[in-house]
């Protein structure tokens, strides 16, 4: 019987086993007795309101492929979110009670938040029984509206194929990004961290999910308004400060693409150990018209105003310091520069 199991009525002791929650066959009762470590234990965060509720309704009908083919091997776990950053709490949880895998069920906001559970005040979660040698799998069913990580991996949007890529359990490490916020707060990340007008961008879309891939034209549109080209200064590596004259957009990329579909930074690869970055310079708003399919395509490198540099580090802060330049990252607002990005290498094994 498919149970929706919300991860704030698990405690660690019953989380794992997972018998309670075993979705995929009736060999395990609700005794709290182990389960034979041969299943792995897979835990599935599902964001029931994503892209306007198209996931939750999506879930429901893949879980009976899911079952048929993963419950043989697998005890699945199903843990619906109940609000934004649950599915952080979950995934700490279910890496601590030592799931083989917790794959995000949902956007690239919920692969975010499964992201950041993979660690705790800076440092990877461990699991508490395990020997030194577990770790967990991320997992990723895009089921988003913009699921732009999955775009990098040239995934087709089809929630069966995803499936089939975890039953076949090919996995790689893949790099992380850490940002070091103003309050000195770490957030991770695994696709793109920008800052500037893209960010402010990132930050109205987000108000405007309920009118679908339009909200980022929509967010655009309103981070125009009242939007200057700003000087910044850069330290690179650890390297000297540089200026960056008149900045509309600094994109560090881990990964490829942003704002539902646009390649911002090309030749960005989760599994590089470095960082794209790309910044965009003095860009007026006919740019953005005349220069947006070179955007959409990622052929805007050879553009005069746009550079691009691959780096380990990159640190920015405002020249002027008004301290309402906007910062994100996986199209998470997360408040204003200065910021610090460092990447983590080979940080998460990643089914792919
Ligand atoms: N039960 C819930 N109710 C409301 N919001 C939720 C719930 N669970 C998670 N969220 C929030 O929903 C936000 C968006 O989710 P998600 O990224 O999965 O979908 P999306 O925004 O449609 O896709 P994308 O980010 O790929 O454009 C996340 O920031 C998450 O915190």
Redesign the pocket.
């Not at 030749?267 to 006919?286: C, H, M, R």
């Given at each position: 019987m498919a149970m929706a199991i919300a991860a704030a009525s698990m405690s660690k002791s019953s989380f794992f086993p997972c018998s309670a929650f075993d979705l995929s066959s009736d060999r395990y009762t609700r005794t709290g007795d182990s389960p034979p470590r041969s299943r792995k234990d897979f835990v599935f965060v599902v964001?029931?309101?994503?892209?306007n509720g198209r996931?939750g309704r999506e879930w429901k009908k893949l879980l009976p492929y899911l079952q048929e083919r993963l419950g043989p091997q697998c005890n699945i776990c199903q843990s619906i979110?109940?609000?934004?950053?649950?599915?952080v709490d979950i995934t700490r949880e279910a890496i601590r009670g030592g799931a083989d895998a917790v794959v995000a069920v949902?956007?690239?906001?919920?692969l975010h938040?499964v992201v950041n559970g993979f660690f705790w005040e800076g440092n990877p979660v461990l699991a508490n029984d395990q020997g030194p040698d577990h770790s967990t799998t991320l997992g990723l069913i895009p089921l988003?509206?913009?699921?732009?990580f999955a775009r990098t991996l040239g995934w087709r949007n089809d929630p069966c194929e995803a499936v089939e890529r975890i039953v076949e359990g090919i996995r790689s490490k893949i790099d992380v990004g850490v940002l070091t916020a103003n309050s000195g707060e770490k957030h991770f990340f695994i696709n793109v961290a920008d800052i500037h007008l893209s960010a402010k961008a990132g930050y109205y879309a987000s108000k405007y999910?309920t009118f679908g891939k339009l909200c980022y034209v929509i967010g655009a549109l309103k981070a125009f308004i009242g939007h200057d080209n700003l000087d910044m200064k850069i330290k690179v590596d650890e390297g000297g400060w540089e200026l960056c004259h008149k900045v509309t957009a600094l994109c560090i990329g881990n990964a490829k693409y942003f704002g539902?579909g646009m390649k911002i930074t090309p030749t960005a690869n989760p599994t590089s150990g470095a960082f794209e970055v790309v910044i965009l310079q003095d860009f007026k708003w006919y740019d953005f018209v005349f220069k947006l399919h070179k955007l959409y395509r990622g052929t805007h490198l050879s553009e005069p105003n746009v550079c691009t540099r691959s780096v380990k580090s990159i640190e920015v802060v405002e020249v002027t310091g008004k301290g309402d330049v906007y910062v994100q990252s996986d199209?998470?607002h997360l408040g204003f520069l200065p910021a610090k990005c460092t990447i983590l290498p080979a940080a998460i094994e990643f089914f792919r």
């Amino acid at each position: 019987m498919a149970m929706a199991i919300a991860a704030a009525s698990m405690s660690k002791s019953s989380f794992f086993p997972c018998s309670a929650f075993d979705l995929s066959s009736d060999r395990y009762t609700r005794t709290g007795d182990s389960p034979p470590r041969s299943r792995k234990d897979f835990v599935f965060v599902v964001n029931p309101k994503g892209a306007n509720g198209r996931t939750g309704r999506e879930w429901k009908k893949l879980l009976p492929y899911l079952q048929e083919r993963l419950g043989p091997q697998c005890n699945i776990c199903q843990s619906i979110t109940l609000g934004r950053y649950h599915a952080v709490d979950i995934t700490r949880e279910a890496i601590r009670g030592g799931a083989d895998a917790v794959v995000a069920v949902g956007g690239d906001g919920t692969l975010h938040e499964v992201v950041n559970g993979f660690f705790w005040e800076g440092n990877p979660v461990l699991a508490n029984d395990q020997g030194p040698d577990h770790s967990t799998t991320l997992g990723l069913i895009p089921l988003g509206t913009g699921s732009d990580f999955a775009r990098t991996l040239g995934w087709r949007n089809d929630p069966c194929e995803a499936v089939e890529r975890i039953v076949e359990g090919i996995r790689s490490k893949i790099d992380v990004g850490v940002l070091t916020a103003n309050s000195g707060e770490k957030h991770f990340f695994i696709n793109v961290a920008d800052i500037h007008l893209s960010a402010k961008a990132g930050y109205y879309a987000s108000k405007y999910k309920t009118f679908g891939k339009l909200c980022y034209v929509i967010g655009a549109l309103k981070a125009f308004i009242g939007h200057d080209n700003l000087d910044m200064k850069i330290k690179v590596d650890e390297g000297g400060w540089e200026l960056c004259h008149k900045v509309t957009a600094l994109c560090i990329g881990n990964a490829k693409y942003f704002g539902g579909g646009m390649k911002i930074t090309p030749t960005a690869n989760p599994t590089s150990g470095a960082f794209e970055v790309v910044i965009l310079q003095d860009f007026k708003w006919y740019d953005f018209v005349f220069k947006l399919h070179k955007l959409y395509r990622g052929t805007h490198l050879s553009e005069p105003n746009v550079c691009t540099r691959s780096v380990k580090s990159i640190e920015v802060v405002e020249v002027t310091g008004k301290g309402d330049v906007y910062v994100q990252s996986d199209g998470e607002h997360l408040g204003f520069l200065p910021a610090k990005c460092t990447i983590l290498p080979a940080a998460i094994e990643f089914f792919r």
